[in-house]
């Protein structure tokens, strides 16, 4: 059984009554409890127990002592209850805020397979932007989050994976059965604007290709922009992790060259993040790249 504090011994011996019974109970050898409460009574500097011929009792000390120390061994065991259900993930709640391709593709299976090891751990997930994650994490409400590499420079980053820009179209559209196009295709396209922000990723993609997209709407939702083109008010560029299980009546097309983002895994300070927090985000770190690899489009 788990030892006993030297309180917790004392306490058995008020109970019991008796040394020999409260050895066998604990494991100790009776002259180990006798000492342990000659150790208390030196400590206290008076003496707890009465010894006699017809066993132990409580001296006036003693009594006025039982209830402190009574309290002083509660706190013990449930200080010791707590850590093992923090060692165990017993009750513990993971605060996140995640962009909406992660938390569509990436936690669902992560959150799976953690809860299967920790079935009492608890999730709370926000879908949010760059913005939010940022500003969750740094007044304490979200433990951590996901973001882009360079969007939170005063956060901890750990990069997960690459998400590739591709182009969606109406699935009637002269370019949907390309097998790539260019931003300069692109850019004489009625064009349905990602806004994400002050990080204008893709805005930035056109740019350094030396076009300008012809915006005629600017949309925060993924999934709004998706049903946007697919009513055919225009084309859209959003990321490869975006874009699982929703390209019936929709193109999409790759792009030429190398445009992405890098989505990371953000935090303040990894030594105070409770350890629920951190054996999943560590579990998330080891896994992404693997799960985001097997989407297929």
């Not at 011996?13 to 409460?37: D, R």
């Not at 922009?225 to 084309?235: T, Y």
């Not at 890098?262 to 790249?289: C, E, G, M, R």
């Amino acid at each position: 059984m788990d030892s006993v504090s030297k309180y917790g011994v004392f306490c058995k011996v008020a109970e019991q009554k008796s040394f020999t019974k409260v050895a066998n109970e604990i494991g100790y050898s009776q002259s180990a409890v006798s000492q342990i409460i000659k150790s208390l009574e030196k400590e206290f500097d008076t003496t707890l127990i009465n010894r006699g011929k017809d066993g132990i009792s409580l001296t006036r000390d003693g009594s006025e002592y039982l209830p402190y120390i009574q309290s002083v061994y509660l706190a013990e065991q449930n200080l010791a209850t707590k850590n093992r259900e923090m060692a165990g993930l017993e009750k513990a709640t993971v605060s996140m805020c995640a962009l909406s391709s992660v938390g569509r593709h990436i936690l669902p299976y992560c959150m799976r397979d953690f809860k299967k090891k920790y079935p009492q751990v608890n999730f709370v997930v926000r879908q949010g932007d760059y913005n939010d994650t940022h500003d969750g994490i740094m007044d304490g409400t979200l433990d951590f989050g996901f973001t882009i590499i360079g969007a939170s420079p005063q956060l901890e980053n750990v990069p997960l994976y690459s998400d590739r820009m591709m182009a969606i179209l109406p699935i009637d559209h002269p370019l949907a059965n390309e097998k790539s196009v260019t931003f300069a295709q692109l850019a004489d396209q009625p064009f349905i604007l990602h806004f994400e922000g002050e990080y204008l990723n893709i805005l930035n993609a056109f740019s350094r290709e030396g076009v300008t997209p012809d915006i005629q709407y600017k949309v925060y939702d993924d999934y709004s922009i998706i049903s946007m083109v697919k009513k055919g008010l225009g084309i859209s560029v959003l990321y490869k992790a975006v874009l699982k299980d929703v390209s019936f009546d929709l193109a999409v097309v790759p792009i030429e060259g190398n445009h992405s983002r890098t989505i990371s895994l953000v935090y303040k300070n990894w030594d105070t993040l409770p350890k629920a927090a951190q054996k999943f985000a560590k579990y998330v770190i080891d896994h992404a790249k693997e799960i985001f690899d097997s989407i297929e489009l």
